[in-house]
């Protein structure tokens, strides 16, 4: 008997060592959840769900687009570095879920860098300086709504869709570089965010151009500025904030990326980034992002590159968050 044990231990040991291999060759073979932080109409909701249909006809099973809302995208972070790596469980993450939030929160349960598997960069996120054309229609360009908070020091307010994101640190950094005091005012999502601009609530509010289109096309609101160097083809007739505020150099863009657990599986990764890639290099895609969302196609193609990105950008907007005096405990 003793004899036996010893022959079949060697034998378990190598079906057990062989098990990853084999659920790697057979992935995916069940839907996959693709996880986001933000509330249903938001920038990154839009935009998962516009991925996840043909990334689902590529791999072979549903994946299903799901929102864990709240912590500023933590949540859904934190569930996602927790997960199985066994590829079946992908996080929609934001500069402000994975580099914002590094220096922002004091306490994280993840780590934003080491707890996930980069897999797919997918573009530069713009944001737009917008105002209610009902309730401040005196505000007609930058330059007014910049005379009007040096004469009222304090007076006016900014909405952004919670801490840390990147409509508050916009503000922030857009009420330092013109030099202006203006009071903060988050709310958990988009849709509050909105309706208190267009309610007169709040004065002004820096949100991200895909969301932001069609209230400027509808003749909700104005938009004063984008935060991009170059003028965007999705808002042509929009001026930059640096030309139209007169702040040479301004600018306050962030990104979007999927990630995986860590430990995700090498050939998993690589699948996931290169049918990723297919999808938002297409030329229909691309047409998307640019003038529809006004989002600039990613040039980070590998997920080595965009772990250095992420890693830069830590750093970066660590030093925003600073200046900005910004804090969540």
Not at 167 to 190: E, K, N, S, Y
Request: glycine fraction near 10%; include cysteine.
């Amino acid at each position: 008997m003793k004899l036996r044990h010893r022959l079949l231990l060697p034998l378990l040991g190598g079906l057990l060592a062989a098990m990853p291999a084999l659920a790697q060759d057979n992935w995916p073979s069940r839907p996959i959840e693709f996880l986001g932080g933000f509330p249903n109409g938001s920038g990154v909701d839009i935009y998962a769900r516009r991925i996840a249909a043909p990334l689902s006809q590529a791999l072979g099973v549903p994946v299903v687009v799901n929102n864990r809302v709240g912590a500023g995208g933590n949540i859904a972070s934190d569930f996602v570095a927790k997960a199985r790596p066994d590829g079946y469980v992908i996080l929609f993450g934001t500069a402000g879920t994975h580099a914002i939030n590094a220096t922002l929160y004091r306490r994280l349960p993840f780590d934003p860098l080491r707890d996930v598997t980069h897999i797919a960069h997918l573009g530069d996120v713009p944001n737009v300086l917008t105002t209610s054309i009902q309730h401040r229609p005196n505000y007609t360009s930058c330059a007014a709504l910049v005379a009007d908070a040096k004469a009222r020091p304090g007076a006016l307010n900014y909405a952004s869709t919670g801490n840390g994101a990147s409509t508050h640190l916009a503000g922030a950094r857009f009420a330092t570089a013109a030099g202006i005091d203006m009071v903060h005012v988050p709310f958990p999502g988009q849709g509050g965010a909105v309706t208190s601009l267009l309610g007169g609530q709040t004065d002004l509010f820096f949100n991200q151009v895909g969301p932001a289109i069609g209230l400027i096309q509808q003749g909700a609101v104005r938009a004063l500025g984008v935060t991009t160097p170059q003028r965007l083809a999705a808002l042509p007739d929009v001026p930059t904030i640096a030309e139209a505020c007169n702040l040479p150099g301004f600018e306050s863009t962030t990104w979007y990326g999927v990630f995986g657990p860590p430990g995700l599986p090498a050939p998993i990764q690589q699948r996931l980034n290169m049918e990723i890639r297919k999808i938002i290099e297409a030329p229909e895609f691309r047409d998307w992002l640019v003038n529809n969302q006004g989002i600039s196609p990613s040039t980070v193609t590998t997920p080595e590159e965009f772990r250095r990105v992420h890693e830069q950008d830590i750093a970066r907007w660590g030093e925003v968050v600073r200046a900005a005096r910004a804090q969540v405990d």
